[in-house]
């Protein structure tokens, strides 16, 4: 084991580490750097992107997703495509524009997003301060009655087993929150002899030829599945919780005679069979659940001050401080349903500025009480405690930017955003090649400057 321990530095330059290199991480690195913070970033896999560096060999990944420590950080599938626009995607001054020679249409698959991040990473610097191959295990106090709480963070070098212990000023948690599969649970589930599988896991169709399939869950990543699997599996059921479904996904189990919509699941045997609450009962050979994710921080020792119960993270201020603990820990990345890229960013800017002085929090017992507000206000509205980090409102985006001084998301940006969600529930299939807002897409090019420098040197 190596300890080392950094010297407090007086001035308001932090030493921070940011855990993960995916969007949140490296906007997360890029600001802190710009503050003049000290920074390291620690990634568990081989290269930058997170979620978007497409992991393929799942082979030693436990099906259900189960373990404490994962092997596989990125559930992407290898057909995926964005559903937003790349117009929208993209940090403000790095606009996520079609390079030549590259995937170029306007809703591309993984591997230009995780391309994109390489050079966000390669344009500002940012790979100089990331270790690779590098697994944190635990991150905990190392005093608890210090205004500028400091932090230790043990960290593993995979290929060597080596461990370091290092002393933080400011730790910035990046880990995302598509990774540990969230599992529903179902009579007789553990007792199902034939295969079983999180989406997490799921990459191409082909291992499913000719197969029975149920799939679990009607969200976008169990109707892209269920799509792709209809090409080559004898039969596939989609057990959705209701049969109210998008107009978009209706036409297309309407074309394929092997495509079967289905209520939730009340038993599954070990003979096969799976009956679903309709009374009907089919024999599987083969269950994927495309049942969602759930936070998991399973290096975080912060005396119960930050916990997770039924997938809320808290209590956190904003989802992003610890009343107790900030600004010495933070969380980038937490909140869903949004912009993300632009969101991320206004959250890193906030946290690099209250590292160094040059903005404040409210006090401990305000944050507690907004925090406290914020939960009566989804209970009122009758938004289960899984959901509290659902945002799905662009007001809070500029609510939250204003916080930083960071500019309210552009009205084309959340108009583009709505017109390509319409499109998705209409037209399942089509909508990432064929849309009507082209008008508004060129108004949006002569907004935005940065689009139009960089178009004209791509």
């Known amino acids: 084991m190596v300890l080392v321990i950094s010297e407090p530095i007086k001035s ?119 270790r690779f191959n590098v697994r944190v295990e635990f991150v905990g106090m190392v005093n608890d009655d210090d205004d500028m709480k400091r932090w230790m963070v043990k960290s593993v070098e995979k290929k060597s087993g080596e461990v370091i212990e290092e002393v933080f000023d400011a730790v910035v948690v990046a880990t995302g929150h598509y990774s540990y599969p969230t599992l529903p649970s179902i009579k007789g589930m553990d007792m199902w002899k034939r295969k079983q599988l999180h989406s997490h896991v799921y990459r191409v169709p082909e291992p499913f030829r000719d197969e029975v399939v149920v799939v679990i869950g009607c969200s976008m990543s169990g109707q892209d599945i269920s799509i792709e699997l209809v090409q080559v599996a004898k039969e596939v059921h989609l057990s959705a919780k209701s049969l109210d479904i998008p107009p978009g996904l209706s036409k297309v189990i309407s074309k394929h005679e092997n495509f079967h919509l289905h209520l939730q699941i009340e038993s599954v045997e070990e003979d096969g069979r799976v009956s679903f609450v309709d009374g009907s009962c089919i024999v599987a050979d083969t269950i994927i659940y495309c049942t969602g994710y759930s936070y998991k921080l399973p290096f975080l020792e912060s005396k119960g001050r930050v916990e997770i119960d039924d997938n809320r993270v808290g209590p956190l201020f904003e989802h992003t401080f610890s009343p107790c603990l900030s600004p010495s820990l933070s969380f980038v990345g937490i909140p869903r349903k949004l912009i993300g890229f632009p969101f991320f960013e206004s959250q890193a800017k906030w946290i690099a500025k209250l590292l160094s002085g040059k903005t404040s929090l409210p006090s401990a017992d305000e944050m507690m009480q907004s925090v406290a507000e914020f939960y009566q206000a989804r209970e009122t509205d009758g938004i289960p405690k899984r959901n509290t980090h659902d945002i799905c409102d662009f007001n809070y985006s500029d609510k939250y930017a204003d916080y930083s001084g960071f500019p309210h998301l552009e009205e084309w940006r959340k108009t583009l955003c709505l017109s390509a969600l319409l499109n998705f529930m209409e037209n399942l299939e089509t909508y990432r090649d064929s849309w009507d807002d082209d008008d508004l897409l060129q108004e949006t090019l002569l907004q935005d400057p940065y689009f139009t420098q960089l178009s004209s040197t791509a």
């Open 12 to 130: 308001q330059s932090k030493t921070v580490c940011v855990i993960g290199a995916g969007p949140s991480g490296l906007v997360s690195a890029r600001e802190l750097k710009k503050e003049g913070h000290k920074v390291v970033v620690m990634e568990q896999n081989d290269d930058v992107g997170g979620q978007w560096l497409y992991q393929p060999n799942v082979e030693e990944e436990e099906p259900l997703g189960k373990s404490k420590y994962l092997k596989i950080h990125s559930s992407v599938y290898s057909s995926l495509r964005l559903a937003s626009p790349r117009e929208v995607m993209g940090f403000s001054d790095f606009p996520f524009t079609a390079k030549k020679g590259r995937d170029e249409r306007r809703f591309p698959g993984h591997k230009e997003l995780w391309l994109y991040l390489k050079d966000f990473c390669e344009v500002f610097g940012l790979r100089e301060m990331i």
